[in-house]
């Protein structure tokens, strides 16, 4: 069996250009090169990789074998690689992260989240974004243990030493149950009541250390890891608890889930803040999506 030829990053545009200009004279043309430069380019190949890539019955027009499709499709992915790699690079020389390793709490109300990020992935095509989703505690430990360069956590759950930290604004707190519980009922308004009930709390994975609990007044509690499970069972009745207000604001619209008068703290704000390691700053990248957060939390701009 004889030997395939390494086709050059050359002979691949060419056979690009002769694609989609639709002949080697209009590809001659696009490349500055004489129609006869393209046409040995396109033989060269074809003899490299032992295919007949063009079926020549009309010179005026050449179009693609079945070999020549697949080499095509090939052909697109290496030149847009090495595109890729090329802009890559050339954001390095200008000091440019490579990557940004992103863990966020599930307390930042998805629509900053989407904002952010699709606003990042415009500005800095070239950088690779990591995005991890963690609560409480959970996300400072993993920027203090270099796990993570940058951090968008709770100011209340922030205890380690080594981080510098910006404030991006809040999100408010309410504590919501089912229309049918007891707190939403005859004992809305009492006070002492939210104790007799048992309460949903959110809570760190077993990976990391539990930081101090805010906002519990119930002795009987279920610690949940995912905010997600937390809200299903409070929309099933098993409990009351604190949810983010963007969260279950449909929710309290449509009948499903009760904002709770609660005489001892009935809502509260949930202080938000990047965070990162002293010794390890953000570059450029990571410097914006953090003045991205902080203009989301002006007025002006109510995510």
Do not use: C
Request: cysteine-free.
């Amino acid at each position: 069996m004889a030997t395939v030829g390494t086709p050059s990053l050359d002979q691949l545009q060419v056979l690009i250009a002769v694609v989609d200009e639709g002949s080697f004279a209009a590809a001659g043309r696009r490349l500055n090169r004489a129609t006869s430069a393209i046409s040995y380019t396109i033989s060269a190949l074809e003899a490299q990789l032992g295919l007949a890539l063009f079926d020549r019955g009309n010179p005026r027009r050449p179009s693609l074998t079945q070999a020549g499709q697949t080499v095509l499709a090939k052909a697109r992915g290496v030149t847009s690689d090495i595109d890729d790699l090329k802009a890559r690079v050339a954001g390095m020389r200008a000091g440019l992260e490579a990557e940004l390793t992103l863990v966020v709490d599930v307390m930042l109300p998805s629509q900053r989240l989407v904002d952010a990020v699709q606003a990042f992935e415009a500005q800095f095509p070239t950088v690779t974004l990591r995005l991890n989703m963690e609560a409480l505690s959970a996300v400072s430990q993993l920027v203090q243990r270099g796990m993570a360069t940058l951090g968008i956590g709770g100011a209340l759950h922030t205890a380690e030493v080594g981080l510098e930290t910006v404030a991006v604004g809040d999100v408010l707190m309410i504590p919501v149950a089912r229309p049918d519980h007891p707190l939403a009922g005859s004992e809305a308004g009492v006070v002492g009541a939210a104790r007799r009930h048992r309460q949903l709390i959110l809570t760190v994975r077993t990976a990391f250390q539990q930081g101090g609990d805010v906002n519990v007044f119930a002795p009987q509690t279920w610690p949940l890891a995912d905010l997600g499970a937390k809200h299903t069972l409070l929309l099933a009745g098993m409990g009351w608890g604190y949810m983010p207000q963007p969260v279950v604001r449909d929710d309290i619209a449509a009948g499903r889930l009760i904002h709770l008068d609660l005489p001892e703290m009935p809502s509260g704000a949930y202080p938000l803040q990047a965070m990162y390691r002293t010794d390890a700053p953000p570059g450029p990248a990571g410097a914006w999506f953090i003045q991205r957060l902080v203009a989301q939390a002006a007025p002006s701009l109510p995510l």
